[in-house]
């Protein structure tokens, strides 16, 4: 076994519903908290024993909402209370990765975070571990850091990062400089970017200093900076910590880390990217699922569920089951069969994005009792 | 109101499952059992509705299995007790039908009986009234008689009568002797059906005093004929009709009443044929229920249940919904989406019949429960 990392603490954001994969992510049972793999264990935990081997069990914090709290605590039994950081809303990825690099900042000044969303499936734990180490090397010297997965093929539902200068860092020989990021480009632009092979996948994933990441945010954020910072003061102090909460974070700046952060650390030559050379997918919808489950055998039927009971003929595309109702699938291609005991998803992958406009939908007509 | 007919007595056999239409219709909830057109009221009980002017109400007899007993005395409660004909179990049609003319016959000789499935879906009352007072007028006559519904399509799934010379009939200016029935033709044959206008749809109806009927079966199939008698023999003695019934019926010749009656009739020149010209379909898979609620538009989505909470978007088909799960339902087409609460069917209106397939794999895994 390899030795954690020194000074390496890992946060995991554990925010986001997952809407596009309702019926199965709801409010009260978002992605992170579902198996999505057939792995036999959910999300979350599968990313808790991923990082596990890098900082250490004491050394994993888990932002998420109250209401998670206690399913949090059951999927991942070794996590030390105080590392478990509530949020009483979602307030966006900046408040709640600088939520984590403020307080841990406060408790141990050196210490160097990585954050890694709750809800990514990721094979290859040798080389994410390399990667990582990588990225905490060059971290240490001052960059903000993040991971970047060489595209396998022109995908339009994914950012990109485009790579600039080498680094000279040691412990970290792919370590170079970020040029840009861009947003999920149309498929013309998807195809050259896949073409030119600097450009890699935006994975979320951001390793650095606390006090360069706090720095960042101050610079270009300062009043969601002023927010973390009376949180942070109070955080460990029980006494002061719900009225402080009660009182900043309603108002703390809603924005995502990649406009906070990662994109001003860019432009400013701040931000470094290490290539993640492992599988890595952020399951965005049933049709990744489906790609993911079928491992791209397009004329595969992919079951999901522990008690599923189906009689497939002629079929494919993904049937996940939550009940233990018979479920019968005869001549259809490239479905998406969602059940669950009060909700039925009927779609397919070409249409696994409109998936939201139901959730929409839903709440507009009032049925928020299946969200 | 017109006048009940005079000697006349309705048989409604209500036997069959409707395999084809699984997991809607079970052993425990056969298709009479449903209401599939959205009246609010069952298939059988659309049929006694149908029936009750042209027969009234203490002279329709219905032959089902014991199983359904309760279920038949609860959608028809004007039905007497003495005309419910329970089968042990089911022998095929010609028993079923033998089994009310031989009773019948018995309690009055000159009795005519017309045989009417419980799940077919007739529309227009009227036609169907005066269609079956034509029959009956050359039933009178010692003619067996059937019904059958001039083509609408080149239909394949339905056997097709052939009409020959008219005949002379008092009260049945449509009467014309029937010259053939054929088996479900191939779609070119169909088509030459379709164009030809001597060819009507087999809609399974009979119309005949039952003493002609019965001497039908008595030189067709002797043996189903004896049966018969020593169970009408003893029917409508309480004490003694249990014990014949338990020697006779499992012996008793199973075959259609097409192949005992109809064909060997026609070919002596004793079976006639009236048209009728009424909406009728026997409803035999997903694909005629979808196009029975669409009304023919290829691009609506029918929906059948009465608590269904189904949200669509771009889609086509039917949604059959037995639970008060919401069902979204997006970018499909055609689709077929039977929703109960311990079983669920996707498939398309293009293999509808291959339903029928799974409830046999489901028998032979020995999934009982949901059959």
Redesign the interface.
């Known amino acids: 076994m390899p030795e954690p990392i020194n000074d390496f603490y890992a946060v995991i954001p554990a925010g986001g519903i997952g809407s596009r994969l309702w ?1 199965l992510s709801r409010a009260d049972a978002p992605k992170f908290l579902h198996d999505l793999t057939g792995s036999g264990q959910t999300l979350l935990r599968d990313t808790w024993d991923r990082l596990e081997p890098l900082a250490g069990s004491d050394r994993i914090a888990v932002v998420t909402g109250r209401a998670h709290r206690a399913a949090v605590e059951r999927e991942l039994p070794g996590v030390p209370d105080k590392n478990v950081f509530l949020e009483s809303e979602p307030r966006d990825s900046a408040a709640a990765i600088g939520l984590a690099a403020a307080i841990l900042v406060k408790r141990e000044p050196d210490v160097i975070i990585g954050s890694f969303a709750a809800d990514h499936v990721i094979r290859g734990a040798q080389v994410f571990d390399w990667a990582v180490r990588q990225a905490v090397a060059t971290a240490r010297e001052g960059y903000i850091c993040t991971i970047g997965i060489p595209p396998v093929e022109p995908s339009v539902g994914f950012g990109y990062i485009q790579k600039g200068d080498e680094l000279v860092v040691e412990g970290a020989p792919e370590a170079a400089l970020v040029r840009r990021f861009v947003e999920k480009p149309d498929l013309e632009t998807a195809k050259a970017y896949y073409a030119d092979r600097s450009y890699l996948w935006n994975a979320g994933m951001f390793i650095a200093r606390a006090d360069v990441l706090l720095g960042e945010i101050a610079e270009n954020e300062p009043h969601l900076y002023a927010g973390l910072m009376d949180l942070a003061e109070a955080w460990d102090d029980r006494d002061a910590r719900g009225p402080v909460v009660d009182r900043v974070w309603p108002t703390i700046t809603k924005i995502a880390i990649d406009y906070a952060v990662a994109e001003p650390a860019a432009e400013k030559g701040r931000l470094a990217v290490i290539p993640g050379h492992f599988d890595w997918d952020d399951v965005g919808d049933f049709a990744s699922l489906a790609k993911l489950n079928t491992h791209g055998r397009g004329n595969d039927l992919a079951i999901l569920g522990k008690n599923a ?1 189906i ?1 497939a ?2 079929s494919s595309g993904i049937v996940v089951s939550q009940t233990n ?8 291609q490239d ?1 998406v ?1 969602v ?1 669950t ?8 992958s ?2 696994a994005q ?2 939201k ?2 959730v929409d ?2 709440k507009v007509t009032g ?1 928020n009792e ?1 969200l």
């Not at 005991?341 to 397919?348: G, I, S």
């Open positions: 019926p009971r009689l003929d002629a109702r018979v479920i019968s699938v005869i001549g259809v479905i069969i059940d005991e009060d909700a039925l998803l009927v779609t397919t070409e249409h409109r998936v406009g139901v939908a839903l049925r299946v």
